[in-house]
T-cell receptor
């Protein structure tokens, strides 16, 4: 009955590798987001999608490519991982773009060695 | 774009006392101000929010006040309990549907038993 879920929960990988994080919401929401939380706990938006359409792209390196196969899923693929990509990545969703309340997933802790 | 500043970055209060966290925002068009609580290792969760047509909102021991003229809003927690220990984030969002939620830098609140 989890509202917003992410996999994997933990990801440890070497520099230069490519990895993906998956997010699914079963709330029937139209809008989904990816946030990055760094070691200082700063929460910054990376992308938002509304009904599979990219709405916000926050000056994120193009090594990061989100993909929304349907409105219940928003995946994040990262190419050529760098040390600075180490962070916790949170997926979130909201009813639609006008509804402000966002529900966060449990997070994916990424460590790049 | 919007800039949200949050103070203090850390706050310790004795159990039973009150805690106040303050945020300022830069964009006068912002009209939605949520507060999120993030416990250690967990996801951010919405605890209370306020819209710009309201000056104050209360939910049991938690209240939020908004001063639109001064562009600042505050979170008040009364009768603090150990389970209130967490990182608290304020955020601000503009009026248009595709505007992002901009988070403050977080306040680590510790309740001393």
């Amino acid at each position: 009955d989890t509202a917003v879920s992410q996999t994997p929960k933990y990801l440890v990988t070497q520099m230069g590798n490519d990895k993906s994080i998956k997010c699914e919401q079963n709330l029937g929401h139209d809008t989904m987001y990816w946030y990055k939380q760094d070691s200082k706990k700063f929460l910054k938006i990376m992308f938002s999608y509304n009904n599979k359409e990219l709405i916000i792209n926050e000056t994120v390196p193009n090594r990061f490519s989100p993909k929304s196969p349907d409105k219940a899923h928003l995946n994040l693929h990262i190419n050529s991982l760098e040390l600075g990509d180490s962070a916790v990545y949170f997926c979130a969703s909201s009813q639609d773009m006008a509804q402000e309340t966002q529900y966060f997933g449990p997070g994916t802790r990424l460590l790049v060695l | 774009g919007e800039n949200v500043e949050q103070h203090p970055s850390t706050l310790s209060v004795q159990e039973g006392d009150s805690a106040v966290i303050k945020c300022t925002y830069s964009d006068s068009a912002s009209n939605y101000f949520p507060w999120y609580k993030q416990e250690l290792g967990k996801r951010p969760q919405l605890i209370i929010d306020i819209r710009s047509n309201v000056g104050e909102k209360k939910d049991q021991r938690i209240a939020v006040t908004l001063n639109k003229t001064a562009k600042h809003f505050s979170l008040h927690i009364t009768e603090t309990q150990p389970e209130d220990s967490a990182v608290y984030f304020c955020a601000a969002k503009g009026n248009f549907g595709n505007e992002k939620l901009t988070f403050g830098t977080g306040t680590r609140l510790t309740i001393i038993p």
